[in-house]
DNA sequence: AATGAATGAGGCTTCATTCAT
DNA sequence: TATGAATGAAGCCTCATTCAT
């Protein structure tokens, strides 16, 4: 492992570290000093990656970057199907200890930056998700009973549910039976 | 006022800083010295009334308590219309800013005390909800197709999304609005 | 010693420290710990007085404030006797160790405000001096062969020089002696 | 330029880079990366050429040798005019900058190793001054009615009062004309 | 010889809590 | 009961120094 990779290492390491650290006690509660400690590195260290302790949230990436929304844009032809796989690969890759997934709706909470950061992407991934619902309704996959806006609302109001009640410790031991269960029901809803 | 009243007065105040403050800026960053100059009182009033800092969280009951469940456990004949009614009251009674619906979520998670007693909460909630559910089931209110307790954990899971994401700044102004709104949905995935 | 009094006092012993260990160790070299040590108060107190360490400077008032100089402005008559005066007064009401000159000559130097500050001062005790010199050179006391700035700026500089070398643990035992000295010195240097 | 001429010059750059930033900020607040950065070399680098950040002083002869002091030695003839010229050549080649001078005073103040260098110096020179006053006393280029120590004294004064005030931004834009100024007056003084 | 990542002691500052008034 | 000065543990962060490359 020459220079840089270790560089790599050591800040993936801090990274973990903190993530963990804060999924267990928060963000405020958790110290430089038990990143490091755990991360097995020196104090001192956690500077030399991070101008200070707030930062690391700028590469925690919260609730994975709107990249990820790209691949809801192309779908063709019925959109359930579609749904529910970008579903289950959107959680696969996800935080998936109850820990993290508590960690990272901490961060969110935490600041008012990552707080709004947050927003943001959830109102990206709203307008993402409306044309699709629209298009779901003309096939008469979904009701149009309902404005697409506001199950676009729902549908992120399952999301973020499950997450917060599964990382307080309640529901199945995997997030993602959880999720598609909560998810079934959902669209049980949307029936025509 | 007679003495009485005013300690009861001072009480309240101090508790309602509290509550605002951590609803602005979550819990470990806010100070004793803020509440207290909130509360228009001495930072020593502070520990005449509460023994440290986290014992507020003992006032602040957050999810209310067991007691405003006890009003499900006699119901009687359909299901539907009391849970609709119960579930407006609980949110019209519980904390109805955004500020104090994320403070109170960040309270929860911000230390393992508070979260356990959140979780116990929403365990004893959901004990509470299955009979109910099951109820609902043999009068064919609701699908049998999917179990009881799935469907109280996705009740909720639903409660929290909505509140959640609510809280984050995202539906319609009025909490109950959208509260209504998603249980109206989720009620339409229980029908047989 | 009711709690008004107290206040002033832990202030006095605190800015007193704080002063004694600039003189003995220059002003970066000198922690807060040193300066609560020695004044005998827990480290937190120094806090409850001021903001931040570098703010003890404004209470050092270092080479004694203009309003000592009005005093040369309603001189009649023979102007070196009222100078001398003027000199030992001001001398022995500044700083008398050697530590404190030595500390108030750093804390001059440390930072860019005190710098301008100081700068200040010492022009406004050149434009209060001018006049008197011209005067005393109209009344034939002094040289006229030398311009009168110029006259200022070495009565400054005597006094600086005197202040800086005594400060370092040169001259005489008592600063007021050196100072008279070398003032001495200067005004035969200012014989017509 | 070869291996060894390198050296030197790196040498010289740290030197340099060292002595304008103490000058700006003083020796405390300048830190070895700072140095480096301006030196434009690695943070080691300086640990190559000084063994610790205090050592750079070693290479600063702040007010320049003793060995400059050994042309004072062998005067024959008046004395005047051969101090007037040691005193241009010994500022020519001093600090010229106000910036380098609050430096070099800064220093003198930082730390007591320093201090009690720069004082040891002091009282090297005078040394060598008052067997020269006394010869210029003797030949009758100055007065008798001042000891001759006082009078060494007061030179060292008038020198230290120059460079500081100068230093602080006070007096002729050249420290050359303030200086050989002030020592006009100084001599005037002296006469018998 | 040059580099810069790693180290950890030590500084400044905050703040929950105590206690005398 | 109310006050706010005093406390000191503990946090964040800096930076001189070391050392492997």
Redesign the pocket.
């Known amino acids: 492992m ?3 990779e ?2 790599i ?3 993936k390491k801090i990274l973990d570290s903190a993530l963990e650290l804060f999924a267990e006690h928060g963000y ?9 400690e755990r991360a ?16 690391v949230f700028c590469d925690l990436q919260t609730f994975r970057a709107t990249l990820e929304f790209e691949k809801l844009k192309d779908i063709r032809g019925p959109i359930l199907p579609h749904v529910r796989e970008f579903l289950m690969e959107f959680v696969r890759f996800g935080p998936n200890s109850r820990q993290l997934v508590r960690a990272v709706l901490l961060s969110d909470l935490s600041n008012e930056k990552s707080l709004s950061n947050q927003r943001k992407m959830l109102e990206e991934l709203k307008e993402m998700l409306i044309p699709l619902i629209v298009e779901a309704q003309n096939r008469g996959e979904f009701t149009s009973a309902i404005p697409a806006d506001m199950i676009a609302d729902q549908a992120i109001q399952t999301y973020m549910g499950v997450s917060f009640t599964w990382g307080m410790g309640m529901g199945d031991d995997k997030l993602i039976t959880q999720m598609v269960a909560s998810f079934e029901l959902f669209f049980r809803g949307l029936q025509p």
């Open positions: 020459n220079r840089e270790k560089k290492a050591t800040r405020e509660t958790t110290t430089v000093h038990m990143i490091t097995g590195v020196a104090k001192g260290t956690f500077f030399n990656y991070f101008d200070c302790k707030e930062d």
